[in-house]
């Protein structure tokens, strides 16, 4: 491989849900949403089905309707979540609900918002038939984030708006065996740099051969 593994990292390790930091005024152009979907394309899916289906909005009357339903859910959720990471000392979980909250309240003048969905329904409660389902797109899904990321778009992974689904699918059209499976905002970002989040070290949360059975669950 002739990919330099720093460029590599960088890119895996700050393509950052993006929200505060998404240009409000400046449209992204068809041309480079569909280079997105393209590299999205190369991603594994289970069953090599490839049953992916993508529908952009970009329409101003149907984005403010889907805010608006997006709002109705999460608004106030997101403002109580916030004060509630505050008091308990969680400064940075309070970062990013304000910062979901800030998303719900301007969401409607996102330029485009992404509804990358699958043909078909999980069908199944078993865990082996929803992990199948939802691993033929998620892989795409955040290759599209990145490949965003490596041409100055922000975005962000949501999945609230799904508990009024079939709302939203009246909006878009979609059919009832079709299924959504993320809101993805997509807009150029304010700025280009974004760093690493902070996480625990990798070998405080990494097991070999066998749980450690000090972990709390």
């Not at 330099?4 to 393509?15: G, K």
């Not at 909250?101 to 301007?106: I, P, S, T, V």
């Not at 199948?132 to 922000?154: E, Q």
Request: proline content about 7%.
């Amino acid at each position: 491989m002739s990919i330099p593994i720093d460029v590599a990292d960088e890119l895996l390790s700050t393509t950052r849900a993006v929200r505060k930091r998404l240009d409000l005024n400046r449209p992204v152009p068809r041309a480079l949403i569909l280079e997105c979907i393209r590299v999205s394309q190369q991603a594994p899916t289970a069953s090599n089905r490839q049953n992916w289906r993508w529908i952009v909005v970009t329409d101003p009357a149907k984005r403010a309707a889907l805010a608006e339903l997006y709002r109705s859910i999460g608004s106030d959720l997101f403002l109580t979540s916030a004060e509630k990471a505050r008091q308990d000392g969680e400064a940075q979980t309070g970062r990013v609900y304000d910062s979901a909250h800030y998303l719900a309240d301007h969401l409607h003048e996102v330029p485009a918002l992404v509804f990358p969905c699958l043909v078909g329904r999980p069908g199944s409660d078993m865990p082996a038939a929803q992990a199948g389902f939802f691993a033929s797109i998620y892989p795409a899904v955040w290759s599209f984030c990145l490949a965003a990321r490596a041409r100055g778009l922000g975005t962000a992974l949501t999945t609230i708006h799904l508990m009024r689904e079939k709302e939203v699918a009246a909006i878009l059209g979609i059919p009832d065996d079709v299924t959504q499976v993320a809101l993805l905002p997509l807009a150029y970002t304010i700025g280009d740099t974004f760093k690493p989040a902070a996480r625990p070290p990798a070998e405080d949360i990494t097991f070999f051969d066998q749980w450690d059975r000090k972990e709390q669950t």
